[in-house]
């Protein structure tokens, strides 16, 4: 695989990551017009489903296999549950926390647990070891949560018209 390849890819994740405080921002406004964030979840999901419907008609995707339905186990349907999970929280904790701080600390969570599944290969992953860079690494990456989350005052909310 090339370089470019690489950098594609590396992009995409970047991209990946850029949209989450976006969502997770607009998702708590939503929540509050709602009246509860989880309102908000269910309209992101069905909008998810709206948007993605015409994406897979138009790729002509073919359905999936009955036979993977009926056979896979629990633990591969469990994605969706976790979806709901990070968008309801985010709703929740976005405007406590603010974004920069909110993200950052979910990012320390998904490093953390992406470690241990790399480390252990769950879910059908390669198996990566836990080596002192990739522990260090975490590390420095927890210390910038903590910069940015704890190394300002909280600034005060502006009343917004509407």
């Not at 590396?10 to 976006?22: D, H, K, N, Q, R």
């Not at 198996?127 to 704890?150: D, H, N």
């Amino acid at each position: 695989m090339t370089t470019l390849y690489w950098l594609g890819l590396l992009a995409l994740a970047v991209i990946a990551g850029a949209v989450v405080p976006f969502q997770s921002a607009i998702n708590a406004n939503l929540g509050r017009g709602l009246g509860h964030p989880l309102w908000a979840t269910l309209a992101s999901l069905l909008v998810s489903i709206i948007v993605l419907l015409p994406v897979i008609l138009a790729l002509r995707l073919p359905l999936p296999s009955l036979a993977f339905i009926t056979k896979a186990p629990l633990w591969m349907w469990a994605g969706g549950a976790f979806g709901v999970c990070f968008i309801s929280l985010a709703l929740m904790l976005l405007p406590r926390l603010g974004a920069s701080g909110f993200i950052a600390l979910a990012m320390a969570g998904q490093i953390l647990a992406a470690l241990l599944l790399d480390h252990f290969g769950l879910f059908g992953l390669m198996e990566r070891q836990l080596t002192t860079p990739r522990v260090l690494g975490a590390l420095l990456l927890i210390g910038a949560v903590v910069l940015i989350q704890f190394s300002s005052t909280p600034a005060r909310v502006l009343a917004t018209a509407g």
